[in-house]
C-alpha cells in the first residue's frame, strides 16, 4: 500500500503565506506525478497544481498561477506547495494526490492524502 502524509495547513490573514507539504510512503517503485488538489464547502474538488516524475513541468489551475508553486523533492517523494498572497476564496481542505507505479512491471495506482486544512480569514 502506499500512504500520503500531509501536514503544513492552518489560519493565516489574507495576504500570508503557507507551505503545505506531502511525504508518500509505502511500496514505491516510481511516482509518476504528484500534485495537490482542494476543496472548498459546497463545491467540487479542483485541481491545484501537479507534476510530472521529473518535478521539471508543472500544471496550475489557472487563476492561480503566479501565486501557488509546486515543487518536488523525489528523494524524499516528497511534494511541496508554497502558497503566497493568499485570499480567502483560497479557504479549501487541500488534498495531495499521486499517481504510483509499485512494481516496475506493474499498473500505476492514484492515490489520495486525507487533507490539510487551509483558512485565510482575517
Known amino acids: 500500500q502506499v500512504q500520503l502524509v500531509e501536514s503544513g495547513g492552518g489560519s493565516v490573514q489574507p495576504g500570508g503565506s503557507l507551505r503545505l507539504s506531502c511525504a508518500a510512503s509505502?511500496?514505491?517503485?516510481?511516482?509518476?506525478?504528484m500534485g495537490w488538489y482542494r476543496q472548498a464547502p459546497g463545491k467540487q474538488r479542483e485541481l491545484v497544481a501537479i507534476t510530472a516524475t521529473s518535478g521539471s513541468t508543472a500544471n496550475y489551475a489557472d487563476s492561480l498561477k503566479g501565486r501557488f508553486t509546486i515543487s518536488r523533492d523525489n528523494a524524499k517523494n516528497t511534494v511541496y506547495l508554497q502558497m503566497n498572497s493568499l485570499v480567502p476564496e483560497d479557504t479549501a481542505l487541500y488534498y495531495c494526490y499521486a499517481v504510483v507505479k509499485r512494481r516496475d512491471s506493474g499498473p500505476s495506482y492514484a492515490y489520495w492524502g486525507q487533507g490539510t486544512q487551509v483558512t485565510v480569514s482575517s
Open positions: 509505502g511500496s514505491i517503485f516510481r511516482i509518476d506525478a
